[in-house]
């Protein structure tokens, strides 16, 4: 049994090795968005790429929110799978991770998502990134009971800065 843990341990390491040391842009870029989920929350995001990175990264709060009827803090992070440009829009599809909570932690969610997006780079110079992103998210962790069939639609519409380019 010990034998099967360390294996499976050991190949789970490095499958995350492999995902840290896919390419990704060199560049940093930050920005914000306007996030909502089910049409029932209204909310606001930091949104930051880190160089050399796979991963996306949102930090923000739900202020108007009829899911859990308090303020939140909510977090995402995601893995772009898919990048391909479409003219002059491109398009993404990735993996993400989910997490939400009340400041007084009386109420917290926590899943997985799967953010498909599109962009456009209204200046022609790839500095300013505009996009919109609808990512269904299955969120089976809430307030410590497991919720196998809670299902969600966020939805996210925002810019990102792009320096170093």
Not at 26 to 52: N, Q, R, S, Y
Not at 57 to 81: H, K, M, P, Q, R
Not at 107 to 131: C, S
Request: hydrophobic share 50%; aromatic share 14%; with cysteine.
């Amino acid at each position: 049994m010990r034998k099967t843990r360390a294996v499976l341990a050991a190949l789970l390491l490095a499958g995350a090795a492999q995902l840290f040391a896919l390419k990704s842009t060199p560049d940093f870029a930050m920005g914000a968005e306007v996030t909502c989920i089910d049409l029932k929350t209204v909310g606001a995001m930091l949104t930051v790429h880190m160089p050399g990175m796979p991963l996306y990264i949102g930090l923000g709060a739900d202020f108007y929110n009829e899911l859990s009827g308090e303020t939140e803090v909510a977090a995402t992070f995601d893995y772009w799978l898919a990048h391909s440009n479409l003219g002059f829009l491109n398009f993404y599809l990735g993996l993400g991770l989910y997490g939400a909570m009340t400041p007084n932690q009386s109420w917290y969610a926590a899943g997985l998502r799967l953010p498909v997006g599109i962009q456009v780079w209204p200046l022609n110079n790839e500095d300013l990134e505009m996009f919109l992103e609808a990512a269904p998210a299955w969120v089976p962790v809430q307030t410590g009971e497991r919720v196998w069939d809670e299902f969600q639609a966020q939805l996210a519409l925002g810019l990102r800065f792009w320096f170093d380019r």
